[in-house]
């Protein structure tokens, strides 16, 4: 068993935008609320209806998303783009400026869980975090990882990439479980070698993590007793 604390709250309103750092937040079978609930679809012919991620076009990373400050979102998001102009998700505009500004036809989808892997919740660890960092020479943007939830804890550095089914964290209200398909340590995909804004590509990062850690960064895990988790809050592993 190790203990530690909630260091910080990430929520991702549309997939492949920047997010939102929250005090609070609620988890439940949908994953953490308002999590990827909202997507953008690719319409050229050859890929008609798949969801539009960073791996087809970085410069999604230039828009970001919010709720706002609640820990349970029933509202759609606002959307900031990269020259600061605010959007709302039902401004009937709000297809055309985004197809403009990424160059590619595409359509808006709303609908709870749209993670890779379900809905899940990513779990980082800030001994992996700054562990990477000193291995790599350089400081390393938590942002790259599309993290949910952040914690600092008494563990070794990469310790969860060995956790196996039944590992468990208690945070807050919530207890997070490794179970179910595609639960277990993150192999991650080409996204993080982007910075935080789309600007450039750091390959090596990615290749230092296939080299050195199976490229496994973070722990993918599902709600199994729903609740709220506010930073700050204690966590304990098992």
Avoid at 4 to 10: A, I, M
Avoid at 128 to 134: A, C, H, I, K
Avoid at 152 to 163: G, I, T, Y
Wanted: charged share 30%; net charge negative; with cysteine.
């Amino acid at each position: 068993m190790a203990r530690g604390t909630v260091s910080e709250l990430t929520r991702w309103p549309v997939k492949s935008l920047r997010g939102e750092p929250v005090r609070a937040a609620r988890f439940d079978d949908r994953g953490m609320a308002g999590d990827r609930a909202y997507a953008l679809r690719d319409e050229r012919p050859k890929r008609a209806g798949k969801v539009l991620t960073v791996r087809q076009n970085p410069g999604m990373l230039s828009w970001g998303a919010t709720y706002g400050e609640t820990t349970d979102p029933s509202e759609p998001p606002q959307l900031r783009g990269p020259d600061g102009t605010t959007w709302t998700w039902e401004d009937p505009k709000l297809g055309d400026v985004l197809a403009d500004s990424f160059g590619i036809p595409l359509s808006l989808r709303a609908a709870d869980g749209q993670q890779d892997r379900g809905p899940t919740v990513l779990v980082t660890f800030e001994a992996s975090r700054t562990g990477l960092g000193e291995e790599l020479g350089v400081e390393v943007d938590l942002r790259r990882f599309r993290t949910n939830l952040h914690i600092d804890a008494d563990l070794p550095a990469f310790a969860e990439e060995q956790w196996e089914t039944g590992a468990t964290i208690t945070a807050g209200d919530v207890e997070l479980e490794v179970t179910g398909e595609n639960a277990g340590p993150c192999i991650r995909c080409a996204v993080p070698s982007w910075d935080a804004e789309g600007r450039e590509r750091w390959r090596d990062l990615q290749t230092h993590l296939i080299d050195r850690h199976d490229n496994k960064f973070g722990v993918i895990m599902r709600v199994t007793k729903p609740g709220e988790i506010r930073l700050g809050d204690p966590v304990t592993t098992r």
